[in-house]
T-cell receptor, first 115, second 114 residues
Framework: DSGVTQTPKHLITATGQRVTLRCSPR?????VYWYQQSLDQGLQFLIQ???????AKGNILERFSAQQFPDLHSELNLSSLELGDSALYFC??????????????FGSGTRLTVV | AQSVAQPEDQVNVAEGNPLTVKCTYS??????LFWYVQYPNRGLQFLLK??????LVKGSYGFEAEFNKSQTSFHLKKPSALVSDSALYFC????????????FGKGTRLHILP
């Protein structure tokens, strides 16, 4: 157990629907990062939050949004889902935001299947 | 912008032989470099990192990597491969002078043949 908890582990939903993925970071970690892993695109950085505030944005679609709550857990919201959104979504956490020298601790991911 | 290239989608190595998984990077400033491993249906696990200092970095499970600044490379190596090393390996880079997001390569699938 890495200490980063992601729920649910699997999600199957229909096109056009909206889903919410949840991540609880490792105890004491303030930064949360979301990544999308697909077969053809590899591991793509989506967005980072640090202590409740958005810190960096990557290749995140406008249909996707995220937030980090006061208890530091984070949610990734995916709406108007398309077949191409099917992927493994990872959350990672790290101790601090800017200036951190360490790698991340990853959760085990949420596998989203859009049918 | 920072980027990482893993030129090989797949590497096949016989058990007991040395293995190398290649990685080159591009950053505008100084790099932090990482290797992660992903086993089937699992998240990414940290293997090793280069921050500063000795160019040869030793990590988990007998893996090591060599930072080569002139060639902008950070190849992953192991002297003697095990079947259990079969997995997907990701190289990653962070520009230490900018924000702290880490950019990953597309991954290299390592097959160790018994």
């Amino acid at each position: 157990d890495s200490g980063v908890t992601q729920t649910p582990k699997h999600l199957i939903t229909a096109t056009g629907q909206r889903v919410t993925l949840r991540c609880s970071p490792r105890s004491g970690d303030l930064s949360v990062y979301w990544y999308q892993q697909s077969l053809d695109q590899g591991l793509q950085f989506l967005i980072q939050y640090y202590n409740g505030e958005e810190r960096a944005k990557g290749n995140i679609l406008e249909r996707f949004s995220a937030q980090q709550f006061p208890d530091l857990h984070s949610e990734l919201n995916l709406s108007s889902l398309e077949l191409g959104d099917s992927a493994l979504y990872f959350c990672a956490s790290s101790p601090r935001g800017q200036g951190v020298r360490y790698g991340y601790t990853f959760g085990s991911g949420t596998r989203l299947t859009v049918v | 912008a920072q980027s990482v290239a893993q030129p090989e989608d797949q590497v096949n190595v016989a058990e007991g032989n040395p293995l190398t998984v290649k990685c080159t990077y591009s950053v505008s400033g100084n790099p932090y470099l990482f290797w992660y491993v992903q086993y089937p249906n699992r998240g990414l696990q940290f293997l090793l990192k280069y921050i500063t200092g000795d160019n040869l970095v030793k990590g988990s499970y007998g893996f090591e990597a060599e930072f080569n600044k002139s060639q902008t490379s950070f190849h992953l190596k192991k002297p003697s491969a095990l079947v259990s090393d079969s997995a997907l390996y990701f190289c990653a880079v962070r520009d230490r002078d900018r924000d702290d997001k880490i950019i990953f390569g597309k991954g290299t699938r390592l097959h160790i043949l018994p």
